[in-house]
């Protein structure tokens, strides 16, 4: 049976694992066994992926990043070169605390930047955009921009990315996409 998916010679897929139809796993990757990786993704230079990663359909995930066991990612999430995830809150070297693993859930649309360290247990909002070389420390509602060391709110953006001004609550980006905004949650209309 022909493999539907490209993987790069030098890359080691532990079996058994799950790889959507047309994904690209390019050079130096390890991809463990028990994960599942959705249709067309695309796995950049020197990833790894730990058993019990769920990721969505065309998720991009640049060079140099580890996802941990616990992280999930929706369909359409791109992560950026180098950024981070962690899964235990307060690690030891001579402590176990494979049961203290965190989830961190990445939902649909979601874009983490460049160098970015994303500390366990936390959620990134639909289409939230985390800015290059932030350290985000909590939950991210959908549709924002975060940024800084601790990430903060900054603002938020439409579903293709633009920015989005509020007029008395609500807002329509240049793509027509209209969007409400009510006590710091942001809808799509």
């Known amino acids: 049976m022909k493999k539907e998916y490209f993987v790069h010679k030098s890359s080691f897929i532990d079996k058994p694992c799950v790889i959507g139809k047309g994904s690209k796993i390019w050079h130096f990757c390890h991809i ?3 994960c ?4 067309n993704c695309n796995i950049g230079q020197n990833v790894f992926i730990a058993s019990g990663v769920r990721l969505g359909k065309n998720v991009k995930i640049q060079n140099n990043v580890s996802l941990y066991d616990g992280v999930v990612c ?5 992560l950026g070169p180098s950024c981070v995830f962690t899964n235990v ?3 030891r070297s001579a402590v176990n605390r494979k049961n203290e693993y965190r989830k961190t859930l990445l939902k649909e649309g979601a874009s983490v930047g460049a160098n970015s360290t994303i500390i366990c247990g936390n959620e990134i909002g639909k289409y939230a955009l985390i800015g290059a070389g932030s350290v985000v420390t909590k939950n991210v509602p959908d549709y924002a921009v975060v940024y800084g ?3 903060s709110v900054k603002g938020y953006v439409c579903e293709c990315g633009e920015k989005l001004t509020f007029n008395k609550n609500y807002a329509e980006c240049k793509c027509g996409k209209k969007y409400k905004s009510s006590e710091g949650v942001v809808v799509r209309e």
């Open 149 to 151: 060391n601790p990430a």
């Open 32 to 34: 463990m066994k028990d």
């Open 74 to 78: 929706e369909d359409n999430v791109f």
């Open 89 to 91: 809150i307060n690690p």
């Open 36 to 39: 599942a990786i959705g249709e």
